[in-house]
């Protein structure tokens, strides 16, 4: 079963663009992919909510859902969180540094929830290796999923090395390797933290060079990568599954 961990319902590109859940379910149907979690950004938590609820309605045995955290000054979120795991369904949170920082007073309450509900934390750090480490540190039963080995599309190995050094050293880190261009560091990281804390995302659906394609060549990233036969099937889907339960 091949399960792309990393699917966006909207994306925080500069256009902030929505993929309709038919148009997800399309792109898996022609890549070969069986189940994907998607979520929202570039929006409120409440709205989130929203556009996930109305995508797994109407695919419920293929999309699962994760809520999106976006701490604010107007409204606590963590109830709308707590609401969205416990009486929804959601599987997950995704926050994301660019949109909301991760300084201790700002996110920490969600990773806190995260902890207390068993459910994982997808963050995009943009590369701030400091603070994965003290999220890592602080929050040792909180299950955190490091997006895209810690910088998207990130061409630095010494940089990913510290975060696959990271992952070594906190046994509650999993790396998602979407966005990854350096295809070695996958088959690196499988053999220093295990299969089980690899997994594959396509941060689609992207237009280029097509949804599909984009999809495909994700999959194959993972297909060539010089790793045996049961960790690529880990890393295309065994691993998220046994992460979320599914
Ligand atoms: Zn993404």
């Known amino acids: 079963m091949i399960i792309d961990s990393h699917v966006h319902l909207k994306h925080g590109d500069a256009a902030a663009t929505e993929y309709t859940p ?3 379910i399309e792109v898996m149907d022609a890549a070969g992919i069986d189940r994907s979690v998607v979520f929202a950004m570039s929006t409120t938590t409440r709205r989130s909510i929203e556009m996930a609820c109305d995508a797994v309605e109407r695919f419920p045995d293929r999309l699962i859902p994760y809520v999106y955290a976006l701490p604010s000054y107007e409204r606590p979120v963590i109830d709308e969180l707590r609401e969205a795991i416990v009486d929804l ?3 997950g949170i995704k926050l994301h540094i ?8 700002i996110a920490d309450p969600v990773f806190a929830l ?3 509900l068993g459910v994982p934390c997808l963050i995009d750090l943009g590369g701030d290796l400091a603070t994965a480490e003290r999220i890592a540190a602080a929050f040792p039963q909180t299950k955190l999923i490091y997006a895209h080995f810690g910088r998207y599309l990130c061409t630095d190995a010494k940089l990913i090395d510290s975060f696959i050094a990271l992952a070594e050293r906190h046994h509650n880190v999993w790396l998602d390797a979407a966005g990854v261009v350096l295809d070695w560091t996958i088959a690196e990281a499988v053999r220093r933290i295990g299969a089980g ?3 594959f995302g396509t941060d689609g659906p992207h237009p280029a060079p097509t949804p599909v394609d984009m999809a495909r060549n ?6 060539m990568l010089d790793i045996s036969q049961d ?6 889907g065994g ?6 339960g599914v």
């Open 22 to 24: 038919e148009q997800i």
């Open 89 to 91: 369904g959601f599987r």
């Open 98 to 105: 660019g949109e909301c920082r991760l300084k201790e007073y």
């Open 114 to 116: 995260a902890g207390e």
């Open 197 to 199: 804390r690899v997994l």
């Open 218 to 223: 994700g999959i194959r990233q993972i297909e």
């Open 231 to 236: 960790d690529k099937a880990m890393v295309l």
């Open 239 to 244: 691993s998220i599954a046994r992460l979320l």
